[in-house]
């Protein structure tokens, strides 16, 4: 899971990636992990934004691992330009902090409010309330994916995202959330 990873975003508009405890480098097409982990977390948490990127992009739509990295680039350029040490754009909880990022076009930007500084889908899916609920009633992770016929991984995904979504930290938050709706 991509977590505690800070973005800065350079003069001349490339990107480079600081993990914690790690080295600095660039954002380039090699990084396909970073780039199919953010898809995924844009598309789930950020859909208006995916929707306007995969649509200004849809050119190089053929070109699928270019036509990712565009998505992936521009949300970061949007989203997480400038180099923080206090917090980092990627947490530990793999949520975006998405930042008040710098920007010539801010204010008259038809996409302001869509791919920089983006609405979050708080919304549970439909897997993920059947996780929750079942997390509710004393299921075990393993339980769940029993039950549901999906992987113990899956379910601890589906658990981070609820978290994410929910503004929670810990697990026991979700139970007592869905006890009370019972």
């Not at 739509?61 to 270019?66: A, I």
């Not at 503004?167 to 007592?176: G, P, R």
């Amino acid at each position: 899971m991509l977590e505690r990873v800070e973005f800065y975003k350079c003069p001349d508009g490339s990107i480079n990636v600081k993990p914690f405890a790690g080295a600095m480098f660039a954002f380039d097409m090699s990084c396909r992990n970073i780039v199919e982990e953010m898809m995924v977390l844009i598309r789930d948490f950020y859909p208006g934004a995916f929707k306007a990127l995969s649509e200004l992009y849809s050119k190089s739509e053929r070109n699928r691992d270019y036509f990712e990295f565009r998505i992936v680039h521009r949300f970061i350029r949007c989203n997480f330009g400038e180099f923080d040490a206090l917090s980092f754009d990627i947490g530990a909880d793999g949520g975006f902090n998405v930042e008040d990022v710098r920007c010539p076009l801010r204010g008259e930007c038809l996409l302001e409010g869509v791919i920089c500084k983006p609405q979050m889908q708080t919304k549970l899916t439909e897997r993920e309330s059947d996780v929750a609920v079942r997390l509710s009633k004393g299921m075990s992770k393993q339980d769940i994916a029993e039950d549901l016929s999906i992987s113990i991984y899956t379910v601890a995904r589906h658990i981070a995202n609820i978290k994410l979504r929910m503004n929670f930290k810990h697990t026991y938050q979700i139970i007592a959330y869905f006890n009370g709706k019972s």
